[in-house]
């Protein structure tokens, strides 16, 4: 394809590549498409975009390749696609998208657990998203930020970000398939600071919403947190509310795995992996909890998840 003499400086993406991001995000979302097969189409859109000498096209496509990387645990290389697309993003002007990368760079870097740069970087999502009026933005990163105090175990501002992110929600006027995903994230966060008050009940109704949130986005992520959380609280319940449901913990975490699994997940699938060994300690299985945990250290160490891997260390340390 011959190179363009001038680069076009459109602030949006062209329709037909947007599209063509959108398919295969689309397709891998709902696992019909192996992270391997995501990679070479990702390579040969961004030759694609590099030719046509389009410069947000090159960005969008960056972009992709940060969030694909971002799931796969690939956190570094999720944080340099990041930073080119931002780059790009800035170069022709284009607030929105670079407030959106701001807002996923935030999530490499909670993962990473540098919650400080996580949290600024929420913050500066936040600002601008206010500033451009977008409501959804706004939302996503209250919620997130809440994601990160919970990861610090300050649950009281974790609460107050969760609330503050329903009662942004309630003003969406579309994209209620967007709602429904952070609506997911947000009462998974409520449902683990009832189980850390060990109020199971409420735990029970925050782990059902995130279960019905999850199914109406009918996506493998949402729902590996949605089976994950309800293998949490399973745990800690002496008779199930629901007879609809197993009371087998391990079933649940196995159907969280299995969805993480089928989108190569790792950082996500070694989270569920982690809960399922804490489970299984509380139930008395400490042999096999320890075993887990070996192999959770395993993958957070090799993702850099830092915090994470801290925190299975001390798990491990419990079960001697």
């Known amino acids: 394809m011959v190179r363009l003499s001038q680069p076009q400086t459109d602030v949006e993406p062209t329709p037909e590549f947007n599209e063509k991001c959108l398919t295969l995000l689309k397709n891998w979302e709902a696992g019909e498409l192996p992270y391997n097969d995501v990679i070479q189409h990702i390579k040969a859109l961004q030759q694609e975009s590099r030719d046509s000498g389009h410069i947000t096209n090159e960005a969008r496509i960056e972009h992709l390749a940060g969030l694909i990387q971002h799931y796969h645990g690939s956190l570094n290389t999720s944080i340099r696609h990041y930073e080119q697309a931002r780059k790009l993003y800035a170069k022709v002007g284009n607030r929105s998208r670079v407030a959106n990368i701001d807002l996923n760079q935030g999530e490499n870097y909670r993962f990473k657990g540098d919650f400080n740069h996580a949290r600024m970087l929420y913050h500066n999502a936040y600002e601008a998203a206010a500033e451009l009026g977008e409501l959804s933005l706004q939302t996503i990163a209250v919620v997130n930020e809440g994601l990160t105090y919970l990861a610090l175990n300050q649950l009281e501002d974790a609460e107050r970000a969760f609330h503050d992110g329903y009662y942004l929600s309630e003003q969406w006027s579309n994209n209620f398939q967007k709602r429904a995903e952070i609506l997911c ?37 949402q729902l590996g947190f949605a089976y994950r959380v309800l293998g949490e609280v399973v745990t800690h319940l002496d008779t199930i509310p629901d007879e609809r449901f197993s009371d087998d913990p391990d079933k649940h975490f196995r159907a969280s795995m299995n969805c993480f699994q089928e989108i190569d997940a790792q950082a996500e699938l070694a989270r569920s992996m982690f809960e399922q060994a804490k489970s299984l300690s509380y139930r008395g299985r400490k042999t096999s909890a320890a075993r887990k945990l070996q192999q959770v250290m395993i993958i957070f160490t090799k993702l850099g998840m830092i915090d994470d891997a801290a925190r299975t260390a001390e798990a491990q340390l419990s079960f001697l």
């Open 185 to 221: 994230e947000l009462h998974y966060g409520m449902t683990v600071i009832h189980l850390k008050h060990e109020d199971y009940s409420a735990a029970w109704v925050d782990a059902l919403a995130t279960l019905k949130n999850a199914k109406q986005v009918n996506q493998p992520r």
